[in-house]
């Protein structure tokens, strides 16, 4: 099924930025609960397979009541495959960052996947990046300088390193969504994603999976749950409006991370954490008005 042209899109602006952000929400109750489960013995792998396999049905629900079933079909699961090896690699490491850094620290470094991608669309694909672009990677960077402070210690070097990598990651799978994205719906990306990462992942559980107590269950059943509503409103907002509009709605992250971290651990962020934040933000914020732009008018200086 051939994507929906975008001059033939249903255009509701609000009702779009509410699913982003209901799904950014989610996003952060997830990652959160990652941590959480964490603490209580989970491992990695564990909190990985749930997210998946119990994301999964509620996934297919969401295509078989809109899309419908048939929709489902592909001819290009090679590269759905490599979505998947590359999507679960990020996601792995995203979980990892929660798990060492303070959630909004942890958020914050992840808000750099825009600046990782402006470098690898310049490297890889040869866009054309011109001094605007580049100005707001370097401010970005400076973001996370002044953030993590390397040289005073007061996030682990290792949690820094991981975050920073789930950053560069991620930005990597936008490369690979670019392509699916000229053949294939937004669902049929999700739900080949979810299904082709729970075998690879319950081979893990071989090795990794344990008994819990019930507590432990309901963070595990929390993960996928929310993960896979995430997934939906993420996809679903861009069926109402461009990119440009909805992506301010995910810098609120670091909102819903900071309350969480403050009410459940007493974690709040540094005064360098805010402005290192702010400078990231407005790095990414600035890249996405730039590809707006570039969009529009591709023949003028990037």
Do not use: K
Request: aromatic share 10%.
């Amino acid at each position: 099924m051939s994507p929906v042209p975008s001059h033939n899109r249903p255009h509701r602006p609000l009702y779009a930025i509410a699913l982003r952000l209901i799904a950014v929400i989610c996003l952060s109750i997830m990652f959160v609960t990652v941590r959480l489960a964490d603490a209580r013995g989970v491992h990695v792998i564990e909190s990985l397979f749930y997210r998946q396999a119990l994301a999964l049905p509620v996934v297919f629900a969401w295509i078989a009541s809109t899309t419908g079933i048939g929709s489902i079909r592909t001819r290009r699961i090679g590269v759905h495959a490599t979505r998947m090896a590359i999507g679960l690699t990020g996601m792995a490491l995203n979980f990892l960052s929660y798990i060492l850094l303070p959630p909004a620290e942890a958020a914050s470094i992840g808000f750099t996947m825009p600046i990782f991608g402006t470098i690898l669309s310049a490297l890889i694909l040869r866009e054309a990046t011109g001094i605007h672009r580049w100005s707001a990677v370097l401010i970005g960077f400076l973001g996370v300088l002044i953030m993590v402070r390397p040289d005073a210690g007061h996030f682990p070097a290792i949690g820094v390193a991981v975050a920073i990598v789930a950053a560069f990651v991620t930005a990597s799978v936008s490369l690979v969504l670019r392509e699916l994205g000229r053949t294939e719906n937004a669902g049929v990306i999700v739900f080949w994603f979810t299904l082709l990462s729970v075998p690879p992942l319950a081979v893990g559980m071989l090795f990794y999976g344990q008994s819990h107590d019930p507590v432990t269950w309901g963070l595990l059943l929390l993960i996928g749950v929310v993960g896979g509503i995430a997934q939906i409103c993420l996809t679903a907002a861009l069926r109402w409006a461009p990119v440009s509009v909805v992506l301010p709605m995910d810098y609120s992250t670091i909102i819903w991370t900071t309350l969480l971290g403050w009410a459940i651990w007493g974690d709040w962020p540094m005064s360098t954490t805010w402005i290192g934040a702010a400078l990231i933000i407005a790095s990414g914020l600035y890249i996405a008005w730039r590809e707006h732009v570039r969009a529009r008018r591709p023949a003028s200086a990037q």
